[in-house]
């Protein structure tokens, strides 16, 4: 493929941070339950648009942030975003040419697969409370924010020339 | 089967590499306290980012407060001034007490002491995962906070630092279902431990016996056994008792004497094992109080 030269780092790492800062607003108790993942969704927007820059070690340093950022066990998110990160690379082609329902299918899946993976660590050192099922409903309402989020992010990538 | 098509040489071994490490680290963060320094270096990203999520919130007390009408500011006035009053007269006995305690402790030969360093805090953010109990106050390690520094507000004690960031630090609520501390009835001097349930406004004593000299009204205050918290706060007040006679133990709840959910400001003092000790000096452990419950 054409050598383009790398630019927009900096709007990259300020999508993080604002998902980051939407991650911990305070929010009331019942919405708190079904808080989306945003750091995972912008991650899966930037692999999907610059698979040969964003991939597993943005996952891993975003999930470092994230840990930090919300006290987790170090590690946890790091992992999950990871994974999450190779698994986006290796269906960035089919998933640019997918329907929108079906991108939302796609991510559902992928958001709750992180979640998962980070159900396990946290389980595995006591910290939960509520059952697994309740990850599936962060899920279901980043799969929903997913279409909104992706023209949001694709405005940002266009206006600050990210590529 | 998955087609797997990279643009990039194959990110099977960065993934694995990734994967490496999050376990190294995982184990490291449970076993031992030396990741604390990545925790906090990466703590200079996020402390902008939790003092930006306390904005919204700062704006809108900001904006009760310049709309209060002057009749109101005059009654909370005169009510503070009376108040004031009120801990003044209090003061000024406290001064007589503590010097007539201090007296009887020299008698006694025993070196204990009540009077620590204090340093206010503002709670600038609550932690958003529901089945946790934590807060994110705006002191953290630039202004001498440390891990394991007991936290009160003006009513009780509240919990104790668990992370120090530059800027921030988060603190670990009586509350959590994994904190608990050693307590005694004020009454009689009753020792128990008292753990949190998860819940907000519910802790509970742990293996108290059915025979036990605890009622319903009772304070419990904290001992400064647990090597952690300072002696003599207040802590809860036994709010029911129940006596199951197929169960082992009697089960004790009691309500955190602290305003838990409505605190915007805290203190943090310096536990017993700190007062030895140098500015700066840390422990290596964090303290039976916060081993893990199963």
Redesign the interface.
């Known amino acids: ?1 054409r050598e383009r030269k790398a630019s927009g780092t900096g709007a990259i790492v300020i999508t993080f ?1 604002l998902a ?2 939407l ?5 009331p ?1 019942a919405l ?2 079904g ?1 989306p993942e945003w750091l995972t969704l912008v991650l899966i927007y930037w692999v999907i648009a610059l ?2 820059r964003v ?3 943005w ?2 340093g975003a ?3 994230q ?10 998110h ?2 999950a975003l ?2 999450v990160a ?1 698994i986006a ?3 960035h ?1 089919r998933l640019r040419v997918f329907l929108p329902l079906q991108q939302v299918v796609v991510v559902f899946l992928l958001v709750g697969t992180g979640s998962l993976l980070s159900y396990i ?1 946290q389980n595995a ?6 059952p697994p099922v309740w990850v599936l409903l962060p899920a279901l309402v980043s799969a929903l924010l997913w279409r909104p989020l992706f023209a949001v992010l694709r405005w940002v990538r266009h206006r600050f020339l990210v590529r | 089967m ?1 087609n ?5 040489p194959n ?2 071994y ?2 694995l590499l ?2 490496v ?6 184990l ?3 076993r031992t306290e030396q ?1 604390q320094v ?2 906090h270096s ?2 200079y ?2 402390a902008p ?2 003092y ?2 306390h904005l ?2 700062a704006m809108g007390s900001w904006v009760t407060g310049q709309a209060r009408s002057r009749s109101d500011l005059f009654d909370e006035n005169e009510q503070l001034a009376r108040q004031l009053l009120i801990l003044q007269q209090r003061v000024q006995r406290l001064a007589v007490l503590e010097a007539e305690n201090t007296r009887l402790r020299e008698l006694l030969n025993s070196s204990s002491e009540l009077d620590t360093g204090v340093l206010a805090a503002e709670i600038i ?8 109990q ?1 807060l994110i106050i705006n002191k953290g390690s630039h202004d001498g906070v440390y891990r394991g520094q007991a936290v009160l507000d003006a009513s009780g004690l509240l919990g104790q630092v ?2 120090v ?1 530059p800027f921030t630090a ?1 603190v670990l609520l009586i509350t959590d ?2 904190h608990a501390l050693s307590v005694q009835v004020n009454r009689n001097g009753v020792r128990a431990i008292l753990a949190g349930t ?1 819940q907000l406004g519910i802790v509970r004593l742990l293996f108290v016996p059915d025979t036990a000299d605890i009622e319903e009204g009772d304070l419990l205050v904290s001992t400064g056994l647990d090597q952690l918290f300072p002696r003599g706060y207040p802590v809860a007040e036994v709010v029911r008792i129940e006596h199951d006679r197929s169960a082992p133990f009697a089960r004790v709840d009691a309500r955190p004497t602290a305003h838990i959910d409505r605190a915007s400001h805290v203190l943090l003092v310096e536990g017993p094992r700190h007062l030895g000790l140098r500015v700066g000096e840390q422990p290596d452990d964090p303290g039976p109080a916060t081993e ?3």
């Open positions: 493929m941070l980051g800062w991650a911990i607003l305070p929010l108790d708190a339950l808080r698979p040969h991939g597993v070690f996952g891993f999930g470092l942030f840990d930090v950022l919300t006290g987790s066990v170090l590690g946890q790091a992992v990871s994974v190779y690379l290796a269906m082609k660590v050192v006591g910290r939960t409370l509520l | 998955l797997l098509s990279f643009e990039t990110p099977g960065r993934l990734a994967l490490l999050g376990t190294v680290l995982m490291l963060d449970q990741v990545i925790r990466v703590g990203l996020t980012v939790h930006l999520a919204p919130g953010g609550i932690e958003p995962d529901p089945s946790r934590e668990v992370d960031g988060r279902a994994s998860g893990e419950r199963r």
